[in-house]
């Protein structure tokens, strides 16, 4: 049985990079302390993939990462069901909006002048220029 | 209020309760667009910065505006366009 089992999935990516990314401000212990796990070691083992953030502890963790907590959550259900799973999940009782995807809907609106605009061919040929995809 | 309900998982089923959708009040066509643009952007939760707003615009048959300093400035739509 693997070590780390979760090693590659985007959520111990992004937990390790929020980490890093907070260096400086607060230790990886202030976090863990701030999230709620009893033992700091607990976020070593997200980061490297031995263990799973569990669903519960998303919102707390949002808060002591400083991120979306939807983003987080997407990533620790897509962790823990699988991707295909958590995309059906997604599909069933949708997917919470993050604060960017809230400002894309806004932008979205705004540029359109409230006309609720189709995604043309035109329109992601343009995107996927700017994403260059 | 949350809702609950079984996934079945690659090791038996399990109980969620995710929090209620906050996508109530988007329509089919946002909808496209979201999901458009978490597959361009694997995921990654992209800020709107000015570049991919411009292109959103443009796109949608806006205009942006070049100002000075060499930087690209849209125009608020609601100052200039409405």
Do not use: Y
């Amino acid at each position: 049985m693997a070590t780390k089992p979760h090693a590659d999935t985007r959520l111990a990516k992004f937990v390790s990079q929020r980490i890093a990314d907070l260096n400086g401000t607060k230790t990886q212990a202030e976090i863990a302390a701030e999230a709620g796990f009893l033992n700091a070691n607990v976020l070593s083992m997200i980061k490297s993939g031995s263990t799973k953030l569990a669903l519960d502890r998303v919102p707390q963790l949002a808060k002591a990462l400083e991120c979306d907590p939807a983003f987080l959550l997407r990533l620790t259900m897509e962790q823990s069901l699988g991707v295909t799973a958590a995309k059906a999940v997604g599909e069933i009782f949708g997917s919470p909006l993050t604060a960017n995807e809230r400002e894309w809907i806004a932008e979205i609106r705004d540029a359109s002048g409230e006309t609720d605009p189709r995604l043309t061919a035109r329109s992601r040929a343009r995107l996927r220029e700017i994403f260059g995809r | 209020m949350s809702e609950a309900t079984i996934v079945m998982t690659d090791t038996g089923p399990i109980g969620l309760v995710l929090p209620k959708p906050e996508r109530s009040d988007l329509t089919e066509n946002e909808l496209s667009w979201i999901r458009f643009l978490r597959a361009l952007s694997d995921g990654s939760d992209p800020a709107p910065s000015l570049a991919l707003v411009q292109a959103i615009r443009a796109a949608l048959g806006e205009t942006c505006k070049q100002i000075d300093h060499g930087r690209l400035a849209m125009m608020s739509p609601r100052a200039t366009f409405a």
